[in-house]
């Protein structure tokens, strides 16, 4: 927290409350982050226990008068669940920007907000589906174990499938992201039973769509496989990311690390 400015903590002191419930390791892992970039400060906000999300990372342009306040020319806000998040979900949101920042892996970055939200969540979700592999890697590295990850992941996959919409593409691409997610992740034992599920309820064309995917068999450990897969899946579905605002960037070109 040592980036922070005074007077936004003095503002929002629920920054010290979120920071204080930390542990030591998990303080230094931040630490350690907030060190890799020059232009960028890194503070945690508290999301709502109904949002359904147990942590996030957002990046923000500060204005001229905010860049001031905050001394930095971005803001990154890691968004906690107080209620329900686990300390290795703030270590994942860590290590996604670690991945870029440290390990120069390559980054998405949205530019520009765009009126399409439902594509632009999708590309999101296809840029970290091909890049949560190294952010595991590096989450495990760190000191935080994922056992209790694998099966809240599996049972977030089949409740997503069963309440999915028919009607909506972007949800059905959201639900086969989901599942080439889990293949990427989980435990070869644990993905099987979240197949053994999705049988179950006929949903076996998912899995065969989801196969045709250049996301679902790529090196996902190598920055331009993962540049090629994620930039391929979403030309074969049809989605233009660069009109959304949403720019891929090598880690050096990224604008928050100049």
Same mark, same amino acid.
């Given at each position: ?8 903590? @003095? ?17 230094? &892992?931040?630490? +350690? ?17 109904? %949002? ?9 342009? *500060?204005?001229? +008068?905010?860049?001031?306040?905050? !001394?930095?020319?971005? $803001?990154? /806000? ?7 998040? +686990?300390?290795?979900?703030? @270590?994942?949101?860590? @290590?996604?920007?670690? %991945?870029?920042? /440290? ?6 970055? !949205? ?10 969540? *999708?590309?999101?979700? =296809? &840029? ?17 174990? *994922? ?13 997503? =499938? ?26 070869? +034992?644990?993905?099987?039973?979240? $197949? ?8 076996? #064309?998912?899995?065969? *769509? ?26 074969? =579905? ?7 605002? =949403?720019?891929?960037?090598?880690? #050096?070109?990224?604008?928050?690390? /100049?």
């Amino acid at each position: 927290m040592n980036r922070i400015p005074q007077d936004v903590v @003095a503002y929002q002191p629920v920054i010290k409350e979120i920071w204080d419930s930390f542990s030591p390791k998990l303080q230094e &892992f931040w630490i +350690e982050t907030q060190s890799t970039l020059k232009n960028a400060v890194i503070i945690p906000a508290e999301l709502s226990v109904n %949002s359904n999300v147990y942590a996030n990372v957002t990046f923000k342009a *500060l204005e001229a +008068e905010a860049k001031e306040l905050y !001394q930095h020319d971005y $803001l990154i /806000k890691i968004g906690v669940n107080l209620h329900d998040a +686990e300390e290795y979900d703030i @270590a994942h949101e860590l @290590a996604h920007i670690y %991945s870029w920042s /440290k390990e120069n892996y390559c980054c998405i970055y !949205q530019e520009h907000i765009s009126m399409d939200y439902k594509k632009s969540e *999708l590309v999101a979700m =296809i &840029f970290n589906t091909a890049i949560h592999s190294v952010v595991d890697n590096i989450t495990i590295k760190k000191g935080f174990p *994922l056992e209790g990850f694998f099966e809240r992941k599996k049972d977030e996959c089949i409740s997503g =499938i069963l309440s999915m919409s028919n009607s909506d593409q972007n949800d059905y691409y959201r639900i086969l992201n989901m599942i080439i997610d889990s293949k990427h992740r989980l435990p070869t +034992e644990v993905y099987d039973e979240l $197949l053994d599920y999705v049988a179950k309820f006929e949903f076996k #064309q998912m899995i065969s *769509l989801a196969e045709t995917l250049p996301l679902y068999n790529f090196n996902n450990l190598d920055s331009n496989s993962i540049k090629e897969a994620f930039s391929q899946t979403c030309a074969m =579905i049809e989605i233009d990311y660069e009109k959304l605002g =949403i720019k891929l960037y090598n880690a #050096q070109e990224m604008p928050l690390l /100049k």
